[in-house]
């Protein structure tokens, strides 16, 4: 999901439209995306092979693009493709949504979860809380490849990067640190982070310098990320390979893992298809386990760009009877072994957007909306 996607934000939207609107697509302000037929015909990728996708559409994840596609272009694999994309964009400093400079846990921690899958071979690897290494993707990799296990969590996960010669760093950046300072003294009225309250409540203008510093970081709007980055690829041997990397869910609870780590959730591969991934509220990947839905769909038959506004469906369809204002804020992106790719998310906020290498060359897509501003 985009890196500037304000959670908050996003919910409130959610939270403002009104009962069965969703269910019935008679949302005030919004318009159900076309009919099915229409918006399918419009929205439909395909490109060949080899493949590489991510859903970043910034520069980064363009620039991510072009550091996979040198390696499949050379006849490298799938795996060794996603695996360097995804490093691209943890190591982004200006990225706030994965690796270094993601921003923290409620007590300003970073803690990062990350998958790998490998199609041709069926095996997976993946880390979960991770602290003070830029990149898990690569981490999650060594678990795939150098152990019997799939999971390695926490301090131990750290432990384990060492051995391998990982360095541990500080991962806060000057402004994933500014951010969560911000939301510590700005979240709440009931502790005592903040300046003190006769400076808090001192005139405007009247502010000496002590005043004004005291009140800097009160300034400007508290952000909440979601953020997190799916790479899938097809090489030219036809094998399919995925990355799902994260910091996670600003703010979240100290240990919280969210869908990145988990496979099935953020990340599903299999060789005889493609591969999806995940993006959005992690809570809601889990239960319904929607990456592993997404491939099963493209088993039967769905194209990639049909299978992830199916989980979209799916995902809303469980929560019609138990909130039907609820606006899961999820991104899906896919790929097919024929080279086809989709994407698709709830809306409100535009079209979702991925970047995508082919042999056609480098492009950002634009999938479907389940909601368009309308
Ligand atoms: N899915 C991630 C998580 O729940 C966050 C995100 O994609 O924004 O940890």
Known sequence: MSRDL?????????????????????????????????????RHGAAG????????????GQEAMR??????????????????????????????????????????????????????????????????IKTPASVARLVMERTDHVMIVGRAATEFAKSFGFVEEDLMTPRSREIFLRW???????????PPDHLRSAPAGGADEAIEQAGRLLEGEIEHHYGT???????????????????????????????????????????????????????DVIKSCASYYIVMRMRDGRSP????????????????????????PEKFVAINKDGEYGCAWMGLRGLPKMSVRSPEGLSRFEGTARYQPG
């Open 6 to 42: 304000s959670r908050r934000g996003f919910l409130q939207v959610g939270a403002g439209l009104g009962a069965g609107a969703l269910a019935a697509g008679a949302l005030p302000g919004l318009a159900r995306a076309a009919t099915e037929g229409r918006r399918l015909a419009a």
């Open 49 to 60: 092979l080899p493949l590489v996708i991510t859903s970043h559409s910034n520069e980064t």
């Open 67 to 132: 550091q996979a596609w040198a390696i499949l272009a050379e006849g490298g694999s799938a795996l060794d493709a996603v695996e360097r994309g995804a490093n691209v964009i943890e190591v982004d400093p200006d990225d706030t949504s994965v690796g270094y400079g993601g921003l923290p846990n409620e007590r300003g921690v970073v803690q990062l979860d990350a998958s790998i899958m490998d199609g041709r071979t069926y095996n997976a690897g993946a880390v979960a809380a991770i602290e003070g």
């Open 184 to 194: 510590r003294e700005r979240h709440s009225e009931d502790d005592d982070w903040g």
């Open 229 to 283: 980055t799916n790479v899938l690829a097809v090489d030219g041997d036809g094998n399919v390979a995925g990355v799902t990397t994260t910091s996670g869910l600003s703010w979240k609870i100290d240990g919280r893992v969210g869908d990145s780590p988990i496979i099935g959730a953020g990340l599903y591969v299999d060789n005889a298809v493609g591969a999806a991934g995940a993006t959005g509220r992690g809570e």
């Open 305 to 328: 760009q049909e299978a992830c506004e199916d989980a979209i469906e799916m995902i809303v369809d469980r929560y019609r009877n138990v909130n039907p204002d609820f606006v899961p």
